[in-house]
């Protein structure tokens, strides 16, 4: 299940004359997804090809910070990109304009499809688009689901999972795909076992989509606030301020990662939103409660802030994980949506284990779950474990770029005996 890709290993082909592939569509469905996009686009670049992002969920910052020219329409649904299940939020999608972003989007991939190949970061609708439009070889990276859960042992263990983890119709579209690259080594072994024999674990690419290296005023040790990246922020951050001021006196700096949404849209009473002026990234805000607590708001530096923390709160999705892969204990409580729901945060936390509590949604909840993981050492120690056993070790961007730029340097085809 891992190692990278050898031509030769691929049974009943022959390597073909080195291949003028050089652009490589990348589609990603999400905003965690265009990170990690941007992660292995980077990558890409460093081996000599030429990444051409089409995010299809939100407007592809991931992306363009990294400095790659964006294709296709950019612009936010209200769902964040969470339809599955939910037709009230594929509804308001619909009336937001969806049908003609997609028709767009589909005839920028059609396009640009002559003579590249399709890279793929997410799930079903992403791999039916890349699968149906996009360039050839197509290739996938599924960082979504996951068969893991606690205590799994082996494939025997893992026979009576639910079959909604990966989806039939995926499954049938991975066979598409040269190859696809499930986040674990349990989901490849599953996947394999399930005909998809092309699927390789060559580890958890979301690790290195960890960016934002701003400088923070603010000396660590942080207690750091993930809010999300979508409307469940303004429900959960008035919730986890208050969980601050329940954890006085403080004995860590509070900082709220703010990926980017309208501050305006804020309502946290009793608390004062001051701006710095001048101040694009690193902390741009400060957060003054009437008692004198005081919380700092920094965007452009989830990265610094991250290697500086030692606990978080969180009702994030991406965030979260990258958090618990660095050993940063996470406290979390279900929101309204779109995104962390109930269901949700308890699939995430099957995934995480002990690195993630949940909490019901009041501050005095969360401030208790936190106490509980900062004053108790072999629990914290437990729960920064399970976090790093659960997303493994950086460098899975790399190595996964190495794979499909070998791939593409000596495209395989059928051999005279097998035809």
Known sequence: MGGTFSPREWGGLEVNVVSDVRR??????????????????????????????????????????????????????????????????LLADLRSGWLAMTREQVRVLRAAASGAATLVVGDLYGLFLGSRYGGRPLFQVQPLVSVRYPGAQGLEALEHLPAQRFLLP????????????????????????????????????????????????????????????????????????EAVRELRPLTLTPVVAWSGLDLGGLQAPGWALERLIGREVGVT?????????????????????????KLAFSTSGSAAEQAAGYGVPLVGFPTPGPQYTASFARAQQQLLGKALTLTLPYPREVAQAARALLHHPQAYQAAQEEGKKAMGVPGAARRIAEDIAAYLRYLPQISSHTR
Not at 27 to 44: K, M, T
């Open 170 to 241: 995926e499954r049938l579209l991975m066979h598409r795909a040269a190859r696809v690259y499930p986040r674990d080594p349990e989901s490849a072994a599953w996947l394999q076992a399930r005909g998809v024999a092309h699927a390789v674990c060559l580890g958890n690419p979301l690790l290195d989509a960890v960016f934002g290296e701003a400088p923070l005023e603010p000396s660590p040790p942080y207690l750091l606030l993930l809010p999300g990246s979508r409307a469940d922020a303004y429900f959960s951050l008035p919730i986890m301020l």
């Open 24 to 89: 490589l569509i990348i589609i990603s469905n999400g905003h965690g997804e265009d990170a990690i996009g941007a992660a292995i686009a980077r990558e890409l670049a460093r081996l000599g090809l030429e990444p051409l992002p089409l995010p299809l969920v939100g407007s592809g910052n991931a992306y363009a910070r990294a400095g790659f020219p964006v294709l296709g329409p950019r612009r936010e649904m209200p769902s964040g990109g969470f339809v599955r299940f939910n037709p009230k939020a």
């Open 285 to 309: 805000h400060t957060l003054i409660h009437l008692d004198g607590t005081r919380v700092f708001l920094a965007q452009g530096a989830f990265k610094s802030a991250l290697l500086g923390s």
